[in-house]
Nanobody, 127 residues
């Protein structure tokens, strides 16, 4: 089991920034690729960003490219999502997720192969 706890959400004005953190415990963090997903009210969950184990390669949804940055600190068992130039359409509940690296080699941008999920942190961007 891997336990994931997100933090750092809040209310921010459009154009502002937030940094989300996801602290992991329970297994060897460096064996897991980590993803960020979000879900807005009435909408399906969508991929935001991910970072792999091998080489720390990063992946982003088109809607956040150039504005969001995902990073991981294996020594702290933590993955981060730096969100800049926030827009009202970024408002959602943000989740982090973990998957053994070999399970998401081809599907890191899809939620179906992630094994462990946090409970989410709310991000609200006002216009």
């Amino acid at each position: 089991q891997v336990q994931l706890v997100e933090s750092g959400g809040g209310l921010v004005q459009a154009g502002g920034s937030l940094r989300l953190s996801c602290a992991a415990s329970g297994r060897t963090f460096s064996d897991y690729s980590m993803g960020w997903f979000r879900q807005a009210p009435g909408k399906e969950r969508e991929f935001v960003a991910a970072i792999s184990v091998i080489g720390g390669r990063t992946y982003y949804a088109d809607s956040v490219k150039g504005r969001f940055t995902v990073a991981r600190d294996n020594a702290k068992n933590t993955v981060y999502l730096q969100m800049n130039s926030l827009k009202p359409e970024d408002t959602a509940l943000y989740y982090c997720a973990a998957a053994l690296y070999y399970k998401v080699r081809a599907t890191i941008m899809e939620g179906r192969d992630y094994d462990f999920w946090g409970r989410g942190t709310q991000v609200t961007v006002s216009s």
